[in-house]
């Protein structure tokens, strides 16, 4: 089973680098551990892609996927990998039940996730009341009351940011100071929609077909209290999915994996695209156009 290039993950950015490069004419194979469509696929509505007033996270996956496997890319899902042999001129990636892939070229879009708080019920409330993007999701809540997770500079900024759309924030800390720069507490600060909650932590979200409220504990003293909330935005840091890359490809502090402008990574032939690069924003939008990127980059490696 051989091919010009194997993409390693199906959201946003492997679908369209899947795209560009099966229209090229290229044997292409996207392989993903669960199903195609990423991190979109959580999010109930997506109102800020181009062409689309409103769609579904999981309608546009869908359309993406309809669209590189019409050009003859070929997508193989919920698959257990094995192992990976980047170096040389032919790459492999081995799977579980020994199916081996070999291909040319490589691009690695396996995205990352937002870091959970890993309360009770979080899971169940992602897309429904739970949020991990401002810019996504902020206008949903228009006029609404929302809590904010976190004590850094995302969360803070996020924050005031979210009050353009909430009537009041409240942001939940864990800690009794902040770790963010003096200009973003001061602006917080200063917003009067703003409150917050230091000490304190979610312990579970409740609801039924949305989140109706949360569990707050006191972490000093064990006091609990429920709050009623329908939406709740957490920001306390990303994790891109690249651990199984580490001694493979070069990655940073963060974990990101390390590419040039033209998204090579530190292995010839080997790409990279998408939430598990270095990168400042993360965006359906910014993940098509680090797939285009590496694909049409991928092309000029083929045809070199």
């Not at 997508?75 to 070999?102: A, M, W």
């Not at 609404?144 to 009041?168: P, Q």
């Not at 200063?190 to 949305?210: A, L, R, S």
Request: charged content about 25%.
């Amino acid at each position: 089973m051989k091919y010009d290039t194997i993409i390693i993950g199906g959201g946003p950015a492997g679908l369209t680098a899947g795209i560009y490069l099966s229209r090229a004419k290229m044997k292409v194979l996207i392989l993903d551990t669960g199903i195609a469509g990423g991190q979109m696929v959580l999010t109930h509505e997506i109102a800020n892609y181009p062409g689309y007033e409103s769609i579904s996270g999981f309608m546009l996956a869908t359309n993406m996927q309809n669209q590189a496997k019409k050009h003859g890319c070929e997508i193989k899902t919920n698959v257990r990998i094995e192992s990976y042999e980047l170096e040389g001129d032919s790459k492999k990636v081995v799977l579980t039940n020994g199916d081996t892939f070999e291909a040319r070229s490589v691009i690695l879009s396996t995205g990352g996730r937002s870091r959970e708080i890993g309360a009770k019920g979080e899971n169940d409330f992602a897309g429904r009341g739970i949020s991990y993007c401002a810019t996504c999701d902020g206008d949903f809540f228009q006029d609404r009351e929302i809590i904010v997770v976190g004590g850094g500079n995302s969360a803070l900024e996020e924050a005031v940011s979210l009050t353009t759309y909430a009537s009041k924030v409240t942001i939940v800390h864990m800690l009794d100071d902040w770790q963010a720069f003096e200009s973003a507490i001061k602006e917080m600060e200063e917003n009067p929609k703003i409150d917050y909650i230091m000490n304190t932590k979610i312990t579970e979200f409740v609801g039924e077909q949305g989140l109706n409220h949360v569990v707050l504990e006191n972490i000093k003293t064990g006091d609990k209290e429920n709050m009623k909330i329908e939406g709740v935005f957490i920001f306390i840091g990303y994790v891109p999915n690249t651990e199984v890359f580490e001694g493979i490809v070069d990655l940073n502090k963060w974990g990101e994996i390390v590419t040039n402008e033209k998204f090579e990574t530190s292995l010839k032939g080997v790409y990279a695209a998408g939430d598990n690069i270095h990168k400042s924003f993360r965006q359906v939008t910014t993940a098509v156009g680090d797939g285009t990127n590496a694909a049409l980059y991928t092309l000029e490696y083929l045809n070199s």
